[in-house]
């Protein structure tokens, strides 16, 4: 009889990225994944401070696997800084004796250590994911407090759960022993995204008459939040001197956030007839998006990792993306998928944006070149890499 590992897993709120891994391991036999929830922040539709507007996810955020929102409080709960998610009872619920393990998304919120000593304290081993990688900018007494603080706390961490290369590098770097460090990679929903961005030639023509794109011609796409530290203004930059050289091109802008009215504003500035604001355009949609588009660019600095890189890739586009970006050594192959530029350097991404433009059976390999990437980069790999960790960890009787 297979005996079924039943892995708590603490998370601020129901995330678009995570729930439906969380279904995907608890379709194999032997794991149970619960997920403990200290706020229902993006079902009932708070404002997202980065996108500046109430985002309300439309994806299905719980189905497939089980849940158990923090209290009634949940519902009053928004994440902020360290202090607001404290979440007393994840105490009793991790004590309950329903789990036999607990996997922590990083230490931002109060809950994580809460949950540390609540499942230290009854025996269960402990595994933790996060972003951080060496590569991201931070004062540098902050750092060393915090790589001082965490390289003895993580010596009663069971396991890491490293999301790709740079993050594996961090674990290292805090001297983590190489068998408490497990592959389980930043991922999407892979399947989802490739089934939809797979439009035939009238649905795609159908796709960019209704976001006002041109019919013929390269579109570039930039979908994030327009919010400095990811240059959306750099992008706009680029074009306009891609023009001047004689390049035509329709630049694609999706999202919302602090800088809306001034790329606006810069794109009437440098007479950009060419710029399409897109608006906030939900997960079910955000498919069909990367679908119109040629190009994929992300310009962003200190990027713990990117997810929308991986969305991108699974409609099989090229991409260019910054060299700061955490998904880069796993991701970005410079030359095969796309191209690396620098962030805040405009001329190094009009010169890779260039070279694509120029070239469209180019953009098409590099486009298979994403798709083919990507989907050995998957919510499969991720299972086995929880698996061995699990495996590692927990005696089941």
């Known amino acids: 009889m297979t005996h079924v590992v039943r892995l708590a897993v603490v998370n601020s709120h129901p995330i678009q990225y995570f729930a439906p891994l969380y279904a995907y391991l608890t379709r194999d036999p032997a794991l149970e994944v619960t997920a403990l929830y200290c706020s229902d922040f993006s079902l009932r539709g708070a404002i997202d401070p980065g996108f500046r507007q109430a985002v309300t996810w439309d994806v299905d955020l719980l189905s497939g696997y089980r849940s158990v929102f923090l209290g009634e409080e949940a519902r009053q709960r928004t994440p902020g800084g360290f202090w607001s998610l404290i979440c007393p009872q994840v105490w009793s619920e991790i004590r309950s004796g329903r789990y036999d393990a607990v996997l922590l998304h990083g230490y931002s919120y109060a809950v994580n250590i809460l949950a540390f000593l609540a499942a230290s304290t009854k ?17 540098g007494w902050k750092r060393w407090i915090r790589d001082a603080v965490l390289s003895v706390a993580y010596r009663f961490v069971d396991g890491f759960l490293a999301i790709g290369t740079a993050n594996r590098a961090y674990y290292r770097a805090l001297r983590v022993p190489e068998d408490k460090i497990f592959d389980v990679p930043y991922t999407v929903d892979n399947d989802r995204f490739i089934a939809a961005a797979a439009l035939v030639p009238g649905q795609r023509a159908k796709a960019r008459e209704k976001y006002g794109l041109p019919a013929g011609g390269p579109v570039v796409l930039y979908a994030s939040k327009f919010m400095r530290r990811k240059h959306p203004d750099d992008v706009i930059r680029a074009i306009a001197r891609l023009r001047d050289a004689g390049q035509t091109v329709t630049l694609f ?21 060419t710029v399409v604001f897109g608006g906030f355009i939900n997960q079910a949609e955000l498919p069909s998006c990367y679908a119109v588009a040629d190009v994929f660019v992300l310009p962003s600095e200190n990027e713990p990792w990117g997810l929308i890189v991986n969305e991108a890739m699974c409609a099989g586009i090229p991409v260019v993306v910054s060299e700061e970006v955490g998904c880069v050594p796993d991701l970005v192959k410079d030359g095969a998928n796309g191209y690396l530029m620098k962030a805040g350097d405009v001329g190094s991404l009009v010169r890779a944006l260039g070279k694509l433009l120029a070239d469209e059976p180019q953009r098409q390999r590099m486009g298979a070149a994403s798709l083919a990437l990507i989907s050995g980069w998957s919510y499969e790999q991720c299972r086995q890499g929880m698996t061995a960790a699990l495996r590692r960890s927990v005696r089941k009787g």
């Open 123 to 139: 025996g269960l081993p402990v595994f933790m994911r996060s972003e951080t990688h060496l590569g991201l900018q931070r004062k």
């Open 253 to 273: 802008m999706v999202g919302t956030g602090e800088m809306e009215q001034e790329l606006r504003e810069l794109s009437k500035s440098l007479c950009l007839q």
